[in-house]
């Protein structure tokens, strides 16, 4: 069973920083693309970052110059480091994962659960 588990949310101040981890474990093969999604209450679910296997990344125009996304491959891990967060930023973070296992060869997608990060003083 493979399985995603996110960390670092929580409260900060408007301008401060949180870096989110997302660490896949299981019988994994292989992992492929990883994306941070987030959903603000009452609004669908966005993308904000996406990395592929050999680092390109993509952000979403909000968190251009704002937010980084970095992975470890060897560890199957993707972080988000997040700076000038503003309150428009308050949302459950997630991260998803594009992968392959032993008992799945086929690449298919699984989520976390979800971190919350509020921004407000």
């Known amino acids: 069973q493979v399985q995603l588990v996110e960390s670092g949310g929580g409260l900060v101040q408007p301008g401060g920083s949180l870096r989110l981890s997302c660490a896949a474990s299981?019988?994994?093969?292989?992992?492929?693309?990883m994306r941070w999604y987030r959903q603000a209450p009452g609004k669908q679910r966005e993308l904000v970052a996406h990395i592929d296997r050999g680092g390109d990344t993509n952000y979403a125009d909000s968190a251009k110059g704002r937010f980084t996304i970095s992975r470890d491959n060897a560890k199957n891990t993707v972080d988000l480091r997040m700076n000038n967060l503003k309150p428009e930023d308050t949302a459950v973070y997630y991260c998803n994962v594009e992968l392959t296992t032993i008992l799945r060869p086929t690449s298919f997608e699984i989520w976390g659960q979800g971190t919350l990060v509020t921004v407000s003083s």
């Open positions: 299981g019988s994994i093969i292989r992992t492929y693309a």
